[in-house]
C-alpha cells in the first residue's frame, strides 16, 4: 500500500512502490492529463511537480514520492500556472495537444524559480518536452506572456 | 505491479467509467451527441449531416476529419458558420461516426478518412452549402412565422431579422417550423468579398483550453468497464513469424490475465498498463526468422546498382539522353533519405469493445470507414454493426492511416481472444521498431548546362518502395508508377527543354507508408537541392536561376519572391553564415522558404531563421494556416538534423526518442510566415510546408560553408 498526496488529496492505492508514477496516476487515480509518451524520460509529455520540481512519472517510482506534494497538469491552481494555462490558450499553442500539460508543468517549474526568464533559460528548462507538432514558438511566446502578466510574481 | 486490495473491487469499472463520461462531456465532444444525431429529438432541426440546431439555439457542427493537431475542429465549422450567420465561437463540434456515404472523404469516392491534406478542401462547398442550406431553411420558417415575404428577412448573428418591422427570431425558435421543412438542394453562397469569418483574423482554436488543462480525451484515456489493457509481443525483424511461445512467466505476474497469439505477434493482457508491460517483459516467445533480412547498407548498394540502369518513365520531355551528351557542362548526384518514423506523441491505441452483433472501437482515426471494414471482417461482423468513436489524435502524420488498420485489427483480435473489452497500447519503442516508414529513397541525377549555364537536360531516377501497391489506394499506380514515389519529381514545374524521370520501385520486406507530406517529403529535398547545384555549376544565383525557369509558374514565383523579399536575399551575411532557399508544391498549395544557417568551426549547424511564404489559396482560419507552417519546419528540421530509421541484419536499430532524436525547444529556429491573398478555393495546409525545409537547409549549408550535403539526415557538417 502506497500512500499519495496528488493534487491536495491523501490517496491510499495497493501498488507495489517501484509502479511508475503515471500509471498510478493515470490507471489508478484517473488522473488522465499526465501522458504517456515514451516511458524512458526522454520525451516529457508525463511531468509532474513532486514538491514544487518538475519530474518524469514515467520513470519515477510511485513508492519514492510518498509523503511528498504531487502536483498534475489536472490539479495545478497556482498563479503562475493559471498564467500559463491562460497564455496557452490565448496563443493558440496547442495542435495535437498531447504533450502540452507536461510542457505546462515544466514552465510553472521554471517561472516559479525565475519569474522573467530570457529565450536562454527558456531553451534550458524547456528542452526535455518533446513536441511533434512543432509548437516550440508558441510556447516561448506563451511563457513569456505569462510572465508579463505575473509581474515578477509568480 | 498494481494489485487489487479489498477496498478495490475487482472491476473499478464504474469509477472509470465515469471519469470517461464526466470528461467527455467537459470536452464538448461528447460520445452522446454522436450517438444521439441518428435520429432527431423532438424539436430540434437536423438541417443535413453536418448541422444540427437545438431548440435553445445550440448549433452541433459535426467533423467528418480527424482532428489530429491539424486544426479541423477549428476550420470546418467556420465554413458553416460563415453561411449559417453564427458565432464560431457558439457552436458545439461534434465527429462524425463512421459512414462512408454521408461524410466520405469527396476526394476520395465513398470513403471518409482524413488525409493528402485535403480536409478544407473536400469540404469547402460541402459544409458552406450544409449552413446556407440551414439558414434559407430558418429564414423560411421565419416567414411563416411572421407571415411576411421572406425577401424582407435577412439571418445574422443566430437570429432571423425582419427588416421592416426590426422583429427577431433566434434560430431556436424557429427550428420546429423549420424542422418541417425540405432543405433547399442548392441554396446561394456567399463570394469571398463577403466573407466575414474565412480569411478573417481572430478566429481560435476550439480545443485550446481542454488540452492545455489535461481534459481532452485521446484513445488513452478511454476506460470502460471490465476493460483490460493489451501490449503485443511483435516480430524482432520484419518478416519474422512466432514458431512458439511459453505463457507462463507473463500468466505468473500478478495481474495478468491472458496471454494469446494474435496474427501479428503475442498479446499480453492486464488489469492495467504496468501489470501488461510487465507481462510481456516476462513472456519468452521464439520467432522463425525470414531468409531476407536486409541491413541499410545492404539497400544502399542494391539501390544505388539500381540507379545504374533506366527505370520506367514517370515523365519524359525532349530527348534527354541525347541533350545530356551535347552541353557545354553535365553534372551528376546521388542524394538519399533514410526510412522515418511517424513518432507521434500518442503513440497507437485504441479501445475496442465487442458485444452481440456489435463492435465499438475508440481510436483516433484517421481512415474510419477502411478501419471499419477492417474490424467488422476481424470480428465476423457487418461494418455496419461496428461503430468508430473517432476521439482526439495526439498527432498522427500518417501513421493512423493504415491500409491494414494494424493496430485496430489488433485489438479486435485480442478482444475476441479474452472475451471483454480492450484498450491496446503501443510503447514508444512498438512504435519506432514496428514498421510502416516513410521509404528509404536514392534520387540519381545527370544533368547538362548550355554554354550560358541554363540547364538544358535533366534527368532524375527514383528507387523508392512503393507505398500504394496492394493497399486501398492501388489504383493510382499507372502503368507501374506508384504516383506518390514521383510526386514533386515528375511534375517537376521548372522549363528544362528536356526532362526524364524515372522510377524504380524495390520490393523489400519493410512496411512502408505516407508520412507528412508524403513523396514531396524526398522529392523536394533531392530536386530543390540539385537544381541549387545547377546554378552553382552555371554561375547563377540560385533565385535568379529558379526566376527565369518559372516564368510560366505564377503561384510558384509568387511565393518565392515574396520569400525572397522578406529573407532579404542577397544581403550580405557574417562569416559562417548562410542562407539557401526552396520552392514546392505539394498537395495543390505552393511554399517558399528561405532558411538562414550557422554552421560553427567545428560543423555544428544552427538553423537561425526560416522565412516562409505560402499559397493555399483562401486561408480559411490564417492563424491555423500560420501554426501549420510553424509546426512544418520543426518537422522537416527534425528529419533534416536527425530523423533516420536503420536496419541491421532485419532489425531496427533505433528503438526511442534518445536514438530517434526529434527537434527541441533550443533548436526552434524563428519561422515568419506569410500568407499570400488569395480568393481561389483552399488548398493543402498541413503538409505543404515540410517538403522545402531540407533542401532550404542543405542549400543555406553551401552558401555558408561551400559544402554540398547530399544524404540526410545532416547531423553535422563534415570539417
Not at chain 2, 194 to 202: K, M, S, T, V
Not at chain 2, 220 to 244: E, N, Q, S, Y
Request: charged residues 20%; aromatic residues 6%; glycine residues 10%.
Amino acid at each position: 500500500m502506497i500512500s499519495l498526496f496528488v493534487n491536495g488529496e491523501r490517496h491510499k492505492v495497493d501498488a507495489d512502490p517501484d509502479t511508475p508514477l503515471l500509471w498510478v496516476l493515470r490507471d489508478q487515480l484517473g488522473l488522465f492529463g499526465t501522458k504517456y509518451g515514451c516511458g524512458k524520460g526522454l520525451c516529457g509529455a508525463c511531468t509532474v511537480l513532486v514538491d514544487d520540481e518538475p519530474m518524469r512519472a514515467c520513470s519515477l517510482p510511485a513508492g519514492e514520492v510518498q509523503g511528498r506534494r504531487v502536483v498534475t497538469i489536472q490539479g495545478l491552481d497556482s498563479a503562475a500556472g493559471k498564467a500559463l494555462l491562460a497564455a496557452w490558450t490565448e496563443l493558440d499553442v496547442t495542435q495535437c495537444g498531447y504533450c502540452q500539460p507536461g510542457q505546462i508543468i515544466t514552465a510553472t517549474a521554471l517561472l516559479r524559480g525565475n519569474p522573467h526568464p530570457s529565450d536562454a533559460d527558456i531553451d534550458t528548462a524547456m528542452d526535455g518536452n518533446l513536441c511533434r507538432c512543432g509548437t516550440y514558438g508558441r510556447i516561448r511566446a506563451a511563457i513569456h506572456l505569462a510572465a508579463r502578466r505575473l509581474g515578477g510574481t509568480p | 505491479m498494481i494489485r487489487r486490495g479489498p477496498e478495490q473491487p475487482r472491476d473499478p469499472s464504474r469509477r472509470r467509467f465515469l471519469v470517461l463520461a464526466g470528461a467527455a462531456g467537459a470536452a464538448g465532444f461528447t460520445l452522446a451527441s454522436v450517438e444521439a444525431r441518428a435520429g432527431a429529438t423532438a424539436g430540434e432541426l437536423v438541417a443535413n449531416a453536418f448541422v444540427t440546431i437545438a431548440a435553445d439555439g445550440t448549433v452541433t457542427v459535426t467533423v467528418k476529419h480527424l482532428e489530429m493537431g491539424q486544426g479541423v475542429a477549428t476550420g470546418l465549422p467556420v465554413l458553416v458558420a460563415e453561411e449559417l450567420e453564427v458565432d464560431p465561437a457558439r457552436i458545439k463540434v461534434a465527429f462524425a461516426p463512421a459512414d462512408a456515404k454521408r461524410y466520405n472523404n469527396l476526394f476520395w469516392g465513398p470513403s471518409q478518412g482524413t488525409g493528402g491534406s485535403n480536409a478544407t478542401a473536400n469540404s469547402w462547398e460541402q459544409l458552406r452549402k450544409a449552413g446556407a442550406a440551414a439558414r434559407e431553411m430558418l429564414i423560411e420558417a421565419a416567414a411563416r412565422i411572421l407571415k411576411v415575404d421572406r425577401t424582407t428577412l435577412t439571418a445574422g448573428n443566430g437570429a432571423v431579422v425582419h427588416g421592416p418591422s426590426g422583429r427577431r427570431l433566434d434560430y431556436g425558435r424557429l427550428v420546429a417550423e423549420a424542422a418541417k421543412l425540405s432543405p433547399p438542394a442548392d441554396p446561394p453562397l456567399k463570394s469571398p468579398a463577403e466573407f466575414r469569418l474565412i480569411g478573417h483574423p481572430g478566429i481560435k482554436r476550439v480545443d485550446s483550453a481542454e488540452k492545455a488543462q489535461g481534459t481532452a480525451i485521446y484513445a488513452m484515456d478511454v476506460v470502460l468497464p471490465g476493460m483490460v489493457t493489451a501490449v503485443v509481443a511483435r516480430p524482432p525483424v520484419f518478416g519474422a513469424v512466432v514458431k512458439g511461445f511459453n505463457r507462463k512467466a507473463a500468466l505468473a505476474v500478478p495481474g495478468v490475465e491472458a496471454v494469446v497469439q494474435i496474427s501479428s505477434g503475442v498479446a499480453v493482457t492486464g488489469d492495467d498498463t504496468w501489470t501488461a508491460l510487465k507481462g510481456r517483459e516476462a513472456l519468452k516467445v521464439e520467432w522463425s526468422l525470414p531468409e531476407n533480412r536486409p541491413s541499410t547498407e545492404t539497400i544502399r548498394r542494391d539501390f544505388t546498382a539500381r540507379l545504374g540502369q533506366p527505370g520506367l518513365p514517370a515523365r519524359n520531355d525532349g530527348d534527354s539522353e541525347t541533350a545530356l551528351d551535347q552541353g557545354a557542362k553535365r553534372l551528376s548526384a546521388i542524394y538519399e533519405v533514410p526510412y522515418l518514423a511517424h513518432a507521434p506523441m500518442e503513440p497507437l491505441d485504441c479501445v475496442v469493445r465487442l458485444s452481440k452483433g456489435r463492435c465499438d472501437v475508440w481510436a483516433g482515426c484517421q481512415f474510419q470507414t477502411h478501419d471499419q471494414a477492417m474490424a467488422a471482417k476481424v470480428a465476423g461482423l457487418s461494418p455496419e454493426q461496428v461503430e468508430i468513436h473517432t476521439l482526439y489524435a495526439g498527432g498522427s502524420f500518417g501513421r493512423r492511416a493504415n491500409p491494414k488498420s494494424d493496430y485496430i485489427v489488433e485489438a479486435v483480435e485480442v478482444a475476441k481472444a479474452v472475451g471483454v473489452p480492450v484498450r491496446l497500447m503501443w510503447t514508444r519503442e512498438d512504435d519506432i521498431t514496428g514498421g510502416y516508414y516513410r521509404p528509404m529513397a536514392l534520387h540519381g541525377f545527370e544533368a547538362a548546362l548550355d554554354a550560358n549555364g541554363a540547364p538544358l537536360a535533366w534527368r532524375h531516377r527514383i528507387c523508392c518502395q512503393s507505398i500504394l501497391e496492394g493497399g486501398p489506394f492501388a489504383a493510382m499506380i499507372k502503368d507501374g508508377i506508384d504516383s506518390v514515389s514521383v510526386e514533386g519529381a515528375a511534375n517537376l514545374p521548372y522549363a528544362i527543354p528536356n526532362l526524364k524521370v524515372e522510377l524504380h520501385s524495390p520490393k523489400l520486406p519493410v512496411p512502408v507508408l505516407w508520412w507528412r507530406s508524403v513523396g514531396s517529403s524526398h522529392t523536394a529535398f533531392a530536386t530543390e537541392c540539385f537544381l541549387d547545384e545547377l546554378a552553382q555549376a552555371g554561375g547563377k544565383d540560385p533565385l535568379e536561376l529558379r526566376r527565369a525557369l518559372l516564368a510560366g509558374q505564377p503561384r510558384h514565383l509568387a511565393v518565392l519572391e515574396l520569400a525572397a523579399a522578406k529573407a532579404g536575399w542577397g544581403t550580405p551575411l557574417p562569416a559562417g553564415r548562410g542562407r539557401g532557399l526552396a520552392v514546392h508544391e505539394s498537395f495543390h498549395s505552393f511554399v517558399a522558404q528561405v532558411i538562414e544557417v550557422a554552421v560553427s568551426p567545428t560543423g555544428e549547424i544552427k538553423v537561425e531563421k526560416v522565412v516562409l511564404a505560402v499559397d493555399c489559396g483562401i486561408a480559411v482560419t490564417p492563424d491555423v494556416v500560420r501554426a501549420q507552417m510553424e509546426g512544418a519546419v520543426a518537422f522537416g528540421l527534425s528529419a533534416a538534423l536527425f530523423g533516420e530509421i536503420t536496419l541491421k541484419d532485419g532489425a531496427v536499430e533505433q528503438s526511442n526518442f534518445h536514438d530517434y532524436r526529434c527537434l527541441r525547444m533550443s533548436e526552434m529556429p524563428v519561422v515568419e510566415v506569410h500568407i499570400i491573398p488569395s480568393t481561389a478555393a483552399p488548398t493543402g495546409v498541413g503538409e505543404p510546408g515540410v517538403p522545402p525545409v531540407a533542401p532550404a537547409l542543405v542549400n543555406a549549408i553551401f552558401a555558408a560553408t561551400g559544402k554540398r550535403l547530399r544524404r540526410l539526415p545532416l547531423g553535422t557538417v563534415p570539417t
